[in-house]
């Protein structure tokens, strides 16, 4: 723990969101920045994450809120299904499901969903589903004006009472009362903006740069300083606007949504995105024990992911053997052609069920890639896969090989070990540096992706 205490005595950001300090005397946690004077060490517990300090009887500091900490994981080791877990939880899935179905979901019972939650967290998974939908609150409490009850049904209470009743006996202050030591008035705002914070190093310039590169105007726009697009989630439509505040250490987001109630898995999605919860500098000490690959090494790379699963697989399909700028045209043509309006400025990128039903003979390609669009659509509308459940099953499309499975894990977000390797700049990039282990990379084989394309 001496390293903890030197962390939070220097308010070391690079360690903010893998641990909390808790104090004894308060019954507060904070996290390792917090502004306030330090208290004595033999006052101090801590924990390594936000829920342990809340289930211990701790309630969040108002200063520094810890529910603006970036997420931590590396912590859990090879527990993959519990990293999972807990991603789709902060995403809202056990919000309006029952834990024996959330755990089909996974591929596990609930009875041994609920034995790893509480090995490795001392807790039940609703207790740290219990925790998110708070801290959610908390955060648009101090940080929005959205009315009281669109606060509770945005962070997944099914009723203002609950919410109520779950927020003071948290944090002993009932949500009016904190928001009068937030700020007056209650009027709602038509967007909601919120601080992402991150855990530096974050190099912008490489993300902007990426973004820039691959900027599908109808949907997206990149600047100097932020991104913004439309969106879909659960049938609902948004757009988002992150600028960064790299002085801070986060990203101020505006959010529009047309159901708030899809605030919180829409606030997740932003995060995977922008690849905010990454803990980069353990990523690239593993990565610099391969004495060739670290030459290469960019520091504060991020993955920049599409939106979700099915987006990445479109670009994947109309990326196949064309170069990025011819890639880009045809998914502008697509955008275009088959996408719904959504304001003036925006469309949105089309659903599977319009590339399914859509006439495709306007691409200029081999009617085997419309095909393959095609027949991607039909298996995501019949599948539904959420995450990457089912994923592999994709293989079985006809002009869907390894190369596109892999890159759709990588640009999805989902697999931080996806490794394209038949990808032409990877292959480029290995054999300029004479790089033939690839193994060792593992499980940051995305992270090494996408150092071997900056590297060109």
């Avoid at 019954?27 to 801590?46: G, L, Q, T």
């Amino acid at each position: 723990m001496q390293s903890y205490q030197k962390a939070r005595l220097a308010r070391d950001s690079r360690y903010d969101g893998k641990f909390f300090v808790a104090v004894k005397t308060t019954k507060i946690y904070c996290r390792p920045i917090c502004p306030a004077s330090p208290p004595k060490e033999h006052n101090v517990v801590y924990y390594q994450s936000a829920a342990q300090a809340q289930e211990a009887g701790f309630r969040p500091c108002l200063r520094c809120r810890p529910e603006s900490a970036p997420h931590s994981s590396a912590w859990l080791g090879n527990e993959a299904i519990l990293h999972k877990a807990m991603q789709r939880i902060q995403s809202g899935a056990l919000n309006h499901q029952t834990i024996q179905v959330f755990s089909e979901s996974l591929g596990i019972s609930d009875r041994y969903l609920r034995k790893i939650f509480e090995q490795h967290l001392g807790m039940s998974p609703q207790s740290y589903a219990n925790h998110h939908r708070l801290m959610l609150a908390k955060q648009l409490l101090q940080q929005t004006k959205l009315s009281i009850t669109d606060i509770a049904l945005s962070s997944g209470f099914n009723s203002v009472r609950r919410f109520n009743d779950s927020f003071k006996a948290t944090m002993r202050l009932s949500p009016s009362e904190l928001r009068k030591k937030s700020h007056q008035g209650q009027t709602q705002a038509v967007n909601t903006a919120l601080h992402l914070s991150y855990r530096p190093p974050y190099n912008w310039q490489q993300m902007q740069q990426f973004l820039k590169l691959r900027e599908l105007s109808l949907i997206e726009s990149v600047d100097d300083n932020s991104y913004c697009r439309s969106f879909t989630i659960n049938q609902s439509h948004g757009w988002f606007k992150a600028t960064h505040q790299p002085s801070k250490n986060r990203f101020s987001v505006e959010i529009e949504l047309q159901d708030n109630a899809q605030l919180m898995p829409a606030i997740a999605q932003i995060k995977q995105v922008l690849d905010l919860d990454s803990d980069v500098s353990t990523i690239e000490q593993h990565l610099a024990k391969d004495r060739k690959l670290k030459p290469i090494m960019t520091k504060g790379l991020r993955l920049p992911a599409c939106w979700n699963t099915f987006e990445a697989g479109i670009k994947a399909i109309l990326g196949q053997q064309v170069s990025v700028k011819a890639a880009y045209g045809h998914t502008h043509q697509l955008i275009e052609r088959v996408g719904s309006a959504y304001n003036d400025h925006y469309k949105l990128f089309p659903t599977p069920e319009e590339v399914m039903n859509a006439d495709l003979s306007f691409l200029k390609m081999p009617n085997r890639r419309k095909q393959t669009l095609t027949d991607f659509a039909t298996w995501f509308v019949k599948t539904k896969p959420q995450q990457d459940v089912n994923l592999a099953d994709m293989l079985d499309i006809k002009g869907i090989g390894p190369w596109s499975y892999e890159y759709i894990k990588l640009r999805s977000g989902q697999d931080t070990d996806a490794f394209p390797e038949k990808d032409l700049g990877v292959l480029k990039a290995l054999e300029a540096h004479n790089i033939t282990d690839t193994d060792s990379w593992s499980p940051w084989r995305s992270y090494a992706t996408l150092h071997l394309w900056h590297s060109l």
